[in-house]
T-cell receptor, first 113, second 116 residues
Framework: DTAVSQTPKYLVTQMGNDKSIKCEQN?????MYWYKQDSKKFLKIMFS???????INETVPNRFSPKSPDKAHLNLHINSLELGDSAVYFC????????????FGPGTRLLVL | DQQVKQNSPSLSVQEGRISILNCDYT??????FLWYKKYPAEGPTFLIS?????DKNEDGRFTVFLNKSAKHLSLHIVPSQPGDSAVYFC???????????????FGKGTLLTVNP
């Protein structure tokens, strides 16, 4: 059973396009996250939702818009894709907020041409 | 501004020996520390954690040591096995400067290779 799943696993697209990445967790967790791992290999938090409400919004361009239709899903929509958006995007979830272990999905490898 | 540093990008050890992965942090407000293991083309997998009120946590072959005064933690794997070959990320949890958002800050990772 996959705990945190993401689709698609790979995404190759042209600059200027709009794309979405979907994330689902079946762990019954209340909190979900989006991370970006760039070419320098740093994993950086982008957004966090707790019970469908946005609680962390790091300095991310407003071309990135997360949406949480319910506690088990957190999708990431990206408008007007740029070359610098090429990265691996990881979804994660945790039971609560604070000192809670986060469980990661397999990642979505986005390449913008 | 790297608040969590893993200064060794790679480490190679022989099967059966001890692997020691190191991590340094700068923010004294971090109160929770984790190690994640990552295989290629997969997401990070939680390995072990430690709260700042402890100095050691052990789980099977994995032990994490925390030295708060030195702002240093380490992961010991003994005995090392070829299946342990992966990238290991250190992460530290704490509230941001505003005090309202709790988040994890990750290091760049250390590639561990365990040779048979």
């Amino acid at each position: 059973d996959t705990a945190v799943s993401q689709t698609p696993k790979y995404l190759v697209t042209q600059m200027g396009n709009d794309k979405s990445i979907k994330c689902e967790q079946n762990l019954g967790h209340d909190t979900m996250y989006w991370y970006k791992q760039d070419s320098k290999k740093f994993l950086k938090i982008m957004f966090s939702y707790n019970n469908k409400e946005l609680i962390i919004n790091e300095t991310v361009p407003n071309r990135f818009s997360p949406k949480s239709p319910d506690k088990a899903h957190l999708n990431l929509h990206i408008n007007s894709l740029e070359l610098g958006d090429s990265a691996v995007y990881f979804c994660a979830s945790s039971q609560g907020f604070g000192q809670e272990t986060q469980y990661f999905g397999p990642g979505t490898r986005l390449l913008v041409l | 501004d790297q608040q969590v540093k893993q200064n060794s990008p790679s480490l190679s050890v022989q099967e059966g020996r001890i692997s020691i992965l190191n991590c340094d942090y700068t923010n004294s407000m971090f109160d929770y520390f984790l190690w994640y293991k990552k295989y290629p083309a997969e997401g990070p997998t939680f390995l072990i954690s430690i709260s700042s009120i402890k100095d050691k946590n052990e789980d099977g072959r994995f032990t994490v040591f925390l030295n708060k005064s030195a702002k240093h933690l380490s992961l010991h794997i003994v005995p090392s096995q070829p299946g342990d070959s992966a990238v290991y990320f250190c992460a530290a949890g704490g509230f941001d400067s505003g005090g309202s958002n709790y988040k994890l800050t990750f290091g760049k990772g250390t590639l561990l290779t365990v040779n048979p």
